[in-house]
């Protein structure tokens, strides 16, 4: 049995515990809605993006010579860009997503090269000697475009030089606050969607189709891999907001309990020294 | 008369949209004006002022490069960057424009010439659309979104 002031000390050290926590759960909150909104801003973009190129792609007729990014190729070596968090304390989000790309690897029969965004990502990569290519850590919570370049860059000169031959995204793509899922996709080559029947439009092209085209497609790797960092941050900080109140939670319940203990083990001794009191005075007597 | 439904995006937010008279556009072919009722076009742009007027009423936007798409009276632009006139960072802009015009003058060997003049045009276009917006306070374009 503690003695009440150990039990005191505990409570207090749980109660600032609580208080981290919480303050983490808000902070992780206003980030979340941030990076959702974030999110949202950049959907038009996206869209128009690729309905333009589905436009594009079925203005080709067979036979002439496709874009580099378009060209299906046998596949001798892939590349996966796996983005992470940079920070822990987020609940099963880095285990879960570690996990599906860890499979993912396990299945493929070619040699894989990483890019890993986010620090957990590449201590996970380092630690199970993957081949990484390059490493991109303290994005932070508010990338810009501009930051992503430099990432989409690697992979594009790679790819047109036949170092790799596809590309895959794996990354958390945020669902509710409440659920986020591990995903991965194909980024190169690019897919593009098909149109939709009755929107066959004749446009005038300046320069010309496969100028536009070519100016287009790494801008739509550039858009692809952004939204997925941007998914990543908001999946990220929902988690994280998870996972603090239930913190939040915990220590509260148990302060409830140290609390009972506390008052239990008070009443003991208050009926011991009465007892003590009374068997004296009886021994006076 | 029919109106223009102009919007211009960018990957990280929506910078303009609105109903508009004529867009006129630093296209890569030359500039181009786009009134209502023209035909399906999709062209690249160059760094420039895109300008459109409503009820004669001018506002200015930089754009750096991008997409401009027309169809069925709707102008839609992919901008990589857009700043309405009043965004513009001038301290930046001539810091930038310094910087390049810096560059060419001495052309160290492993200066890359055209990225440099494309760095200059850039921060000449800025100041250009900030200059004209100082003058004329009031007007530039305070609306949108």
Sequence with gaps: ?285 | MAKLRFEIVTAERAVYSDEVDIVIAPGIEGQLGILPSHAPLLTMLQPGELVVRKEGEETAIFVSGGFLEVMQNRVTVLADVAERAEEIDIARAEEAKRRAEEQLKERPLEMDLAAAEAALRRSLVRLKIAERRKKRPGSGGAQGL
């Design chain 1, 1 to 285: 049995m503690p003695t009440i002031r150990e039990i005191r000390r505990r409570v207090r050290s749980v109660q600032s515990t609580a208080k981290i926590t919480r303050a983490m759960e808000m902070v992780a909150a206003s980030k979340m809605r941030r990076a959702q909104e974030r999110t949202l801003a950049a959907r038009p973009y996206a869209e128009k993006m690729r309905q333009v190129l589905a436009d594009l792609a079925a203005q080709r007729r067979s036979g002439e010579e496709i874009h580099p990014l378009l060209v299906k190729r046998s596949v001798n070596r892939i590349a996966i860009i796996h983005i992470t968090p940079d920070r822990g304390l987020c609940g099963g989000l880095v285990a879960n997503v570690n996990r599906s790309v860890a499979s993912f690897i396990l299945e493929q029969r070619v040699p894989v090269t990483i890019v890993v965004i986010g620090r957990k990502g590449r201590d996970f990569m380092v630690r199970s000697g993957q081949e990484v290519r390059a490493e991109f850590t303290r994005l932070g919570d508010r990338p810009s475009i501009v930051d992503v370049l430099p990432i989409a860059r690697i992979v594009i000169d790679d790819y047109t030089d036949g170092l790799i031959d596809e590309v895959y995204l794996s990354y958390t793509q945020f669902v509710t606050t409440m659920s986020q899922r591990p995903v991965l996709w194909r980024l190169l080559p690019i897919e593009p969607a098909a149109i939709e029947p009755g929107r066959n439009v004749d446009y005038i092209y300046e320069p010309s189709p496969d100028e536009v085209l070519a100016e287009l497609l790494p801008r739509f790797v550039e858009m692809g891999l952004y939204h997925a960092i941007l998914e990543a941050i908001a999946s990220e900080q929902s988690a994280r907001m998870v996972a603090m109140r239930n913190a939040t939670d915990n220590a509260n319940e148990l302060i409830e309990d140290l609390t009972l203990t506390y008052n239990k083990a008070r009443q003991e001794m208050i009926t011991k020294e009465l007892l003590d009191i009374t068997g004296g005075a009886a021994a006076l007597v």
